[in-house]
């Protein structure tokens, strides 16, 4: 990044605040500092951050809650911290669109880390192959993050989103569970990847795709997942040759 960036640090704990907005001062960012939810979303306002830093148990709500109403009007990457380090508590942070998860006591060098892997990400998400791309009846923009099936947009949650863009831009290509789980959630997941069949499952509805048949997203068992070629989306033509035995 050419210029600091912004980080806005959301914590109610002054041992946890104080030294660790220091570290995130000596380590290059701009930090911005909330006590409650409701101050977090008055400062997010104010001047939108690069990054937000978000406990989940603070005085006047739940972080989540935060996450959510964030989620609502802005794509800033997310870290959420919290005491609470259970498996199904990072897949409900994930789901509702946190971009990472780091629980406490934790280490200042990996969360800084972390937050440095999280913005080389947002950087590279308009890398290759264009901002606008079509495979078969399906249109993509990645910039804009919309996407258009046969001329009618698709209504994507966040992730839904991702997922398809990562695996639409390589048609043909069986990306493994492994490599989606890093690029759309986090490098560092070590639980179940459960979560990303179920998102699968939500992109297929919203493709129209059969489970039992799909057209557009395809399984494959004990490696991932491979978006159709474009000649695999292209429509039957009637009365066709007969293929050769």
Aim: include cysteine.
């Amino acid at each position: 990044m050419g210029t600091r960036a912004r980080i806005l640090f959301v914590e109610d704990e002054p041992a946890i605040l104080e030294p660790f907005s220091r570290a995130l001062a000596r380590h290059g960012f701009d930090v911005v500092t909330a006590l409650t939810a409701a101050q977090a979303l008055e400062r997010f306002e104010a001047a939108p951050p690069d990054l937000v830093l978000l406990d989940l148990a603070l005085p006047d709500g739940d972080g989540r809650d935060v996450c959510r109403a964030l989620r609502r009007t802005s794509e800033v990457p997310i870290i959420m911290l919290t005491a609470r380090g259970t498996e199904m508590d990072r897949v409900v942070g994930l789901e509702i669109g946190a971009d990472d998860y780091v629980v406490k006591p934790f280490s200042g060098a990996e969360v800084i880390a972390r937050i440095r892997a999280v913005l080389r990400r947002q950087g590279a998400a308009g890398d290759a192959p264009p901002s606008a791309y079509a495979v078969g009846d399906l249109r993509i923009d990645a910039a804009a993050r919309r996407a258009w099936r046969d001329g009618e947009e698709l209504g994507l949650s966040r992730k839904e989103f991702d997922l398809l863009h990562e695996l639409a831009r390589r048609p043909g290509r069986v990306v493994p569970r492994e490599e989606l789980m890093a690029r759309v959630w986090d490098r560092n997941w070590f639980g179940s990847t459960k979560t990303l069949d179920v998102h699968v499952g939500w992109l297929r509805r919203k493709l129209g795709d059969d489970p039992a048949a799909p057209r557009y997203v395809h399984t494959v068992r004990g490696v991932g997942y491979r978006f159709a070629a474009p000649e695999e989306l292209e429509p039957a033509q009637p009365g066709g040759t007969e293929e050769a035995p």
